[in-house]
């Protein structure tokens, strides 16, 4: 049986978990007041670079007295730049729940070589966080973009602690809500929520990481790139925008842009709501079709950014040859591009659901997908 395609496109079918689509009002002459060509350390580049900070600590809502910096590469520079600094003066817990956390126990594990308790979960599945020990540093992803699965709330962890709390929010940072008590380091990059550029990261710290940068020094070097005190002391001029080393003043500019765009839609709330709409779009699909389900097993920790799906057919005989075919279909029909799931994922599909996402879109794509099952269903029993 031939089968119909679907009468409509998406207008945008970018659905990328990063770097994530821009945001619906971008157009590149949007940059035209970037700074180019001028010194970051001129008064024009280190206002703009403050503003940055400033409309972040505004539109996430971090206490006035936690420091917020803008770091080189990205969220691997953010949270690498924090663990080399932070980690060692007591025992470490480590936590992951997908490829990204596992990368961060390699380097406390293997690189830096820490005392350290390891924790894991499955993908799709969460390390039960009430269970952990937080007198000791605990260095955990708060959504794991390549399993779908997210921290429900930060109620496992307590108020009052004796270690640092360090946590990686990169694809969770203007879509969820991240509670400042509970956190003690966190991190994210631009190229995600708000769809902005790659190569700079954000590091923000609370008054008691701040403490432990005073009162600690690691035992290994720390290249220039990590280093955040001088003397015993925090340069306090990297969290005002005078950055280690040279950011891209376009990127910057980009930056202001998407958070211009962010205030538009109502701050965090207007954010958060608009990406559990898109998350509802997908989950929705799901509930009508017995042949997909979310990966994340428990609802209650299902991402509303990085939404990861596995088809549950028991006509599917290679489930990674299959969800390639799909995506594969979806791509050449221009409808949904980038949503292979990551590589070290269980086979299947990833949808990007943050905010710059339109949920007309994602309403658009989803006959697609329908459409690209069925006819790879069709071509794998055509064929054998
Ligand atoms: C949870 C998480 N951590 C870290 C990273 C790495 O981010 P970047 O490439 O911006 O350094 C990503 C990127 O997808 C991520 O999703």
Request: with cysteine; hydrophobic share 45%; charged share 25%.
């Amino acid at each position: 049986m031939a089968l119909t395609k679907p009468a409509s496109r998406p207008a945008n079918p970018r659905f990328s978990s990063g770097p994530c689509a821009k945001p619906p009002v971008f157009s590149l002459d949007k940059l035209s007041d970037a700074a180019l060509g001028r010194s970051h350390r001129a008064a024009i580049g280190k206002d703009k670079l403050k503003a940055a900070i400033e409309e972040t600590r505004d539109i996430l809502g971090v206490p006035a007295d936690y420091r917020i910096g803008i770091v080189p590469a990205s969220d691997t520079g953010a949270v690498e730049m924090a663990m080399w600094s932070l980690l060692g003066a007591r025992k470490a817990t480590m936590v992951a729940w997908e490829s990204f956390g596992a990368g961060w126990v390699t380097d406390v594990v293997k690189q830096l070589k820490i005392d350290a308790e390891v924790k894991t979960a499955e993908y799709g599945e969460i390390v039960d966080m009430a269970a952990l020990d937080y007198d000791t540093d605990v260095v955990f992803t708060w959504n794991g973009t390549t399993s779908g699965v997210r921290m429900p709330n930060g109620d496992a962890i307590p108020a009052d602690r004796g270690g640092l709390t360090i946590c990686d929010a990169t694809s969770a940072a203007f879509a969820q809500d991240l509670p400042w008590d509970k956190l003690d380091v966190v991190t994210f990059s631009w190229q995600k929520v708000l769809g902005g550029e790659a190569a700079h990261g954000m590091l923000i710290l609370s008054p008691r990481a701040v403490e432990r940068l005073e009162s600690y020094t690691p035992a290994w070097p720390l290249p220039k790139i990590f280093r955040m005190t001088k003397g015993g002391k925090l340069i306090e001029g990297i969290f005002k925008g005078e950055t280690i080393n040279t950011p891209s003043m376009l990127v910057v500019e980009d930056y202001l842009v998407a958070l211009d765009w962010a205030r538009s839609v109502g701050g965090l709330k207007g954010l958060m709501d608009r990406a559990d709409r898109n998350a509802n779009a997908v989950w929705a699909f799901c509930e009508a079709n017995d042949w997909i389900e979310n990966l994340a097993t428990d609802p209650a920790t299902r991402s509303n950014t990085s939404v990861c799906l596995k088809f549950t057919d028991a006509r599917i005989s290679d489930p990674a040859a299959f969800a390639k075919a799909v995506q594969k279909r979806l791509e050449a029909e221009g409808v949904a591009l980038d949503v292979g799931a990551y590589r070290d994922a269980p086979a299947g599909l990833r949808i990007w659901c943050g905010g710059t996402v339109e949920t007309s879109d994602l309403e658009a794509m989803l006959p697609w997908l329908d459409w690209a099952f069925h006819a790879e269903i069709d071509a794998q029993s055509q064929a054998a």
